[in-house]
């Protein structure tokens, strides 16, 4: 047994951290929403530039975190080392709690979904004792890449890049695919009309952006999972940093071509008795798979459909190994710092933290085999924002501190108008989301009593 991470991430390594835990089944699916709260194309267009921007900003604001404290452990070291140890816990255990095990069990079910596209024994409907093929081929896929991670962190790697680059190009031919086969009719009925149509008002419009603005946000999170292996990379202070920045920016451009291409092949307005995909456009794509409906109305029916499944398989997959590989560190770091399980703190003899991994996994599964995950995804994504304000705010707590300011990219008026603007977000969901909002803080909230539970024994570590 030893208890040292290696630094065996490189640049390109660390940038396909950040991308492939970016791209899921989000982008595939969320745009159908986005297009029934705000129909009209600008509004569309308008959410996923806004989202991309604040991604950047945050992914920029996040690197100068990094070079000042480039530790295992990311943004649940910053919080804790700038606000205390209760603010960083409270981060760790959502995180571990819900945010990255539910994202983790969401991605896998969406992975085993789209495989029913292929296989048709792969059914949402539930067998005997409770669990469907779904459900058990998401566990099968948790537990293959727990296992694989484990295996030691040379393994994470290949897997990673090979399918962050798999996964790029999926989405790259998607884009391709749908400006090049493009749709006259569907050109028309969306560029030729108001790209800013407001039927409900613009006040309501605007009151509605917020609301559209998760679903966007979501599908481009988990760029920080990076920072969370900050200890396995070469030259942490510099490679984080660019990586984030890099890894951001071809994630979002990518996610705003996509959805230029989606708007090129079908029309945004559709009906939902529509017979065929053109008829049911964006806002009523079957089952809000807009990527789908787009490969079939360009490529045909069956074939689209499989070859979508195909890109989406293979971006799930990545996406999932990306979570697994660094959620777990945030595990380790706190059971280091005597606030997480004594036995999570043990890395095994390939050096990863390997029983942080299986707690992780196991967690995972149970939330996939419970059907509630999605229900907590939708709870905590406005505990992340405030999480990501707190983060941010951070910086000035470090300018405070020291006079020399932390390497990294990023100016303070990014870090400003990205709280304002993160901030102005939280607001408005308070008011459009209120039910989410007080399940969010509950989520918090129910890590006090472990915190005082662990605390003790953090103390008597630190003397």
């Not at 816990?89 to 571990?96: A, H, I, N, P």
């Not at 407001?198 to 946000?217: D, F, I, K, R, Y």
């Not at 085999?369 to 994504?381: E, H, N, Q, T």
């Amino acid at each position: 047994m030893t208890n040292r991470l290696e630094a065996r991430l490189g640049f390109v390594d660390a940038t396909a951290l950040v991308a492939g835990s970016m791209i899921g089944s989000g982008i595939f699916i969320v745009s159908a929403d986005i297009a029934r709260r705000l129909p009209a194309p600008g509004w569309l267009l308008l959410v996923w530039t806004i989202a991309g921007a604040l991604t950047v900003a945050g992914a920029a604001s996040y690197g100068r975190l990094a070079a000042a404290m480039p530790r295992a452990g990311g943004q649940y070291v910053y919080l804790a080392e700038l606000y205390g140890p209760v603010c960083g816990f409270l981060y760790g255990w959502t995180l571990v709690l819900v945010i990255q095990t539910g994202t983790i069990a969401a991605v896998a079910v969406a992975f085993a979904t789209f495989a029913g596209t292929l296989w048709d024994v792969l059914t949402p409907a539930r067998g005997p004792l409770g669990v469907s093929p779904v459900q058990a081929c998401a566990v099968v896929v948790v537990v293959t890449l727990t296992a694989l991670n484990a295996r030691g962190l040379e393994e994470g790697r290949r897997v990673q890049t090979v399918f962050t680059i798999a996964k790029v190009g999926a989405l790259a031919a998607v884009v391709v695919l749908g400006l090049g086969f493009s749709s006259p009719a569907a050109r028309a009925a969306n560029f030729q009309t108001s790209l800013f149509a407001t039927p409900q008002g613009l006040a309501g419009s605007l009151s509605e952006l917020g609301a559209a603005m998760v679903g966007a946000l979501f599908a481009a999170d988990a760029w920080a999972n990076v920072t969370f292996a900050a200890g396995e990379v070469r030259d942490a202070p510099r490679t984080v940093p660019r990586a984030l920045v890099a890894g951001t920016v071809l994630v979002c451009l990518l996610y705003l071509a996509t959805n230029v291409a989606y708007l090129n092949a079908l029309p945004l307005r559709g009906s939902p008795e529509g017979t065929d995909v053109f008829a049911r456009g964006i806002q009523n794509a079957t089952a809000d798979r807009v990527g789908t409906a787009v490969m079939e109305a360009v490529v045909g029916g069956r074939v689209g459909a499989v070859v979508m499944a195909v890109a989406v398989m293979i971006s799930t997959f990545g996406c999932v190994n990306g979570l697994v590989l660094a959620g777990a560190r945030v595990a380790w770091a706190m059971a280091r710092d005597g606030l997480f399980f004594a036995p999570a703190a043990r890395l095994n003899a390939r050096h990863v933290p390997g029983v942080a991994l299986w707690l992780q996994g196991a967690w995972a599964c149970v939330l996939a085999l419970s059907g509630r995950y999605g229900d907590l995804l939708d709870y905590v994504i406005i505990a992340e924002l405030v999480f990501y304000l707190f983060t941010v705010s951070g910086l000035f707590v470090l300018a405070r501190r020291t006079s020399e300011q932390p390497r990294g990219v990023g100016y303070p008026w990014l870090q400003t108008v990205y709280l304002v603007l993160v901030g102005v977000l939280v607001v408005d969901l308070l008011i459009t989301k209120p039910a989410y909002t007080w399940g969010s803080l509950a989520v918090i909230a129910s890590g006090v009593p472990f915190y005082v539970w662990w605390r003790p024994r953090a103390v008597t570590r630190e003397a």
